[in-house]
């Protein structure tokens, strides 16, 4: 990075005293005197600790779909906040909530809210286990869904580890996860319905539930193809299997109603955290009423923080925009627009490459033409693809240092940040050395 960056690598120094790596989420480290510390956000822009402005395209990981710090959102906290933010009770504001994604979910008929998509997938995974009185997951490699323990496996490990694909081995993604818990896992690629049927076929009366991102947003954004989406959710029929859609990165961003609604599938449960809340702390799970009614008969789900009023408010007012705004049209049309720009450049530097996801979460990988699970993902080129994001931080764009997460966009990008970042893209490819 050639940004000049005094109070930055200040406060890295400081903060490395108190907090490992220092950061909160090992996702924000990027490295020594290159992890960007932040002073604030408005809208579509950043700025760091030394003051530089930056368009960002990293969303907070996604969570922002109206804007930074979104005047109608931060209103409706500032006014719920003054009157109380807990108190152990429900209050009306948490039922309208419910009541909106109900409306907007084609497939939820219940939720039930959480503080993070951690926790939201892993309620939704203790309910698919109760409900179906069995104990195995399947999960697919490279997907994420959170940080516990039960599906932090083969998120992100070299191809080699994975072993052959017709039978997989399941890696774990950290030490401290227990050995014994691989016993309850299977881990399958992306895109693959031979193998997905073929692994049914042995051990589909033990799974309780298949849980799976609708495309890797944690993988470069690789979309589901032929149909895989139909095929899981036709052959979770067929074994009694619960289908748990973890919507937390596409929930609210890629339509009102997720890929549930964009691919016209429906889940059995479905996750969400997120875009829900525009950057407040507020996820959900539900889906089908007779698997959601098992909570409080036998079933334990909660939380002293579940019903969080500043989550709350934040989420009734980013739904509320979002079902009388245009907002996923215009932020679809506008990255829609970049993609296109982007791939463009690319193509015209003869830099081989695909584009992968949706306008309002896309992705693309670099010295590949198409990539459709993490195996075919690894292949890509990560070293170029650092070395851009590096020049393109220094020229005022901030997209995220790991190739695996999307670019995210939000209501507030408009035409001339499209324009200022294909400029920015243009000049860039140009000037750094593949
Ligand atoms: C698809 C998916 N599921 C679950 C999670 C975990 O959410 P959280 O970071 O809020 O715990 C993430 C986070 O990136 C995610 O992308």
Redesign the pocket.
Known sequence: MKIPWQNNNKLQERAFKVMPLGVN?NFRFWGDGITPYMKEAKGAYLWDVDGNKYIDYRMA??PIILGHAYDEVNAKVKEEIDRGTMAAMTYELEIEVAEKIVRMCPSVEMVRFAC??????LHAIRVARAYTGREKIIKFEG?????HDYTLWSTYAPTESYGHVRNPISVPASSGIPQQLNELIITLPFNEPDILKRTLASFGDQVATIIT?PCM??CGGITPQNGFLNVIREQCDKYGIVLIL????TGFRIANGGAQEYYGIKPDLA?Y??ALANGYPL?AFGGKKDIMSTIGHGVAQGGTFTNNKPGVAAAWATLTVLEREPVIKTIEKRGQRLMDGLCKILTEESIPHCMNGYPSMFSFAIGVEKITDQRSWNLSEKKYFLDLVEAMVDRGVMTDHDPREPWFLCYSHSEADIDTTLNVFRDTIKSVKR
């Open positions: 989420s990981f996604g993070s998509g951690t926790e939201a997938t997907c994420y869904h959170g940080m991102e947003g944690n973890d919507e937390v990165k996750t955290a997120k996820a």
